[in-house]
Structures are given as C-alpha cells and as structure tokens.
C-alpha cells in the first residue's frame, strides 16, 4: 500500500517538475535534495531557482511535458526506497533521448520525500 501511494507521489513530483510548480517541488522535496546529471550537480534551491527563471523567461516545456518510463524498478534500502529505470521525455510531439535514472525517497511516517536524483544516457 505504501508503494502505491509512493507511486502516485512521484507522477505528482514529475507532473509539477513539467509545469514548473516551484511549491509543489518544494513541498516534495528533501531540504537536502540533489539532482546529478553528467554536467554535475545542483541543489535544490538552485534547481528551483533554475525553473523560475526559465518559466519566466518563457523557456520552461513551453508545449508542456510528461515522462515515460520504459523500465521501473522499486526496492527498499537502508531505511528509503530506491527508484530505478529508463525512460524519456515528451514535449508537445518531440521525444527526448532514453535516459537511465535513480531516485531515492524517505518515508518520514507521515509523508514521502525525493532526497535525490541523478540521471544521464541509458547505455545499451
């Protein structure tokens, strides 16, 4: 039960990530959240910092935008659970390139919590 609610959680994360919803992200995420890619990392006040500026300059999913995920796995760890797969992004009727990724969220007993993400090119 707890992993469905984790999964409905995390397509709400990636619907307010798409719109640019700074508050939601900000409810979502850890106080510490990271965010890695190949060109480094960010935290996420600079990564919400980031969306605004790009929102208000118009740049932001301008045709609005979704994920798909073309593989999930989910396994608890240490006390979080662990989101692992491959997917990529749709924007308007653009596909982006397949990603491979990794999430990690808490359960804080009420509520759960992205401590971070990382993604970069899915290797074959």
């Excluded at 990392?41 to 208000?56: E, M, N, P, R, V």
């Excluded at 999913?61 to 659970?81: A, M, V, W, Y």
Aim: charged share 20%.
């Amino acid at each position: 039960m707890k992993q469905e609610g984790l999964k409905q959680v995390r397509e709400h994360w990636y619907a307010a990530y798409f719109a640019g919803d700074i508050e939601h992200l900000a409810q979502v995420q850890a106080d510490n959240f990271t965010v890695t890619t190949e060109r480094g990392s960010q935290s996420k006040q600079s990564q919400l910092g980031a969306i605004s500026a790009a929102k208000q300059n118009g740049c932001w999913f301008p045709q609005g935008g979704r994920k798909h995920d073309t593989e999930l796995s989910i396994q608890d760890s240490d006390g979080n659970t662990v989101i692992t797969g491959q997917g990529y992004t749709l924007n308007g009727s653009s596909q982006g390139p397949v990603v491979a990724f990794a999430e990690t969220w808490e359960w804080d007993g009420t509520v759960w919590r992205v401590v971070s993400l990382s993604y970069g090119a899915a290797r074959n």
